[in-house]
């Protein structure tokens, strides 16, 4: 399959929105602990990064059917490769902060895609670190996403809540950041 993630763009509005994996893009996802020093190793070639405060967890897009061998990554980091078949529950464009999934570093201007190879990289040197534990990586403020960017202000954003009324997943389910493999 052709792969066009130039053409994708997250979602409008306030509420997420459940978009398969592999076909725009494949997602990594890494605890949250582990994946903020990551976000900080890369710097500037860091691409888009959904943040789940709730299941604390960061999930970088990455394009999709680069392979990378996340498997060899220690298990502690929890690192999974969301592909084909899996669904991931993406915020709306402008949202930049919980609660509900949101942009930790906001897709667009210049940021989507992450390298897998440099996020791997990363990865693994944070591990070898023994990074992700308190190591004074930044977590995001009520007007800041990990990047250090102000919230709100991504394309005009609102910074509108990303979870419906109720506080449900875009399916209904309750579950908001977290992925469903297809059944």
């Not at 209904?172 to 469903?180: A, T």
């Amino acid at each position: 399959m052709k792969h066009r993630e130039a053409g994708w763009p997250p979602p409008h509005g306030a509420s997420p929105v459940a978009v398969p994996a592999g076909l725009h893009w494949d997602a990594v996802r890494v605890r949250e602990s582990y994946g903020l020093e990551a976000v900080r190793r890369l710097g500037a070639a860091c691409g888009a990064v959904i943040g789940d405060a709730r299941g604390g967890v960061l999930y970088w897009l990455v394009r999709a059917g680069d392979e990378a061998e996340w498997g060899a990554l220690p298990a502690r980091a929890g690192v999974r490769l969301l592909g084909t078949g899996c669904w991931v529950t993406v915020p709306g464009a402008h949202r930049t902060r919980p609660p509900g999934p949101y942009w930790a570093v906001p897709y667009g201007g210049g940021r989507r895609l992450t390298d897998a190879t440099l996020l791997h990289t990363a990865l693994a040197h944070v591990l070898a670190r023994g990074g992700g534990r308190g190591t004074g990586a930044a977590r995001p403020g009520p007007d800041r996403t990990v990047d250090g960017t102000r919230a709100g202000t991504h394309a005009g954003g609102t910074g509108a809540d990303g979870a419906g009324a109720d506080g449900a997943g875009a399916d209904g389910s309750g579950i908001v950041g977290s992925e469903r493999r297809a059944q």
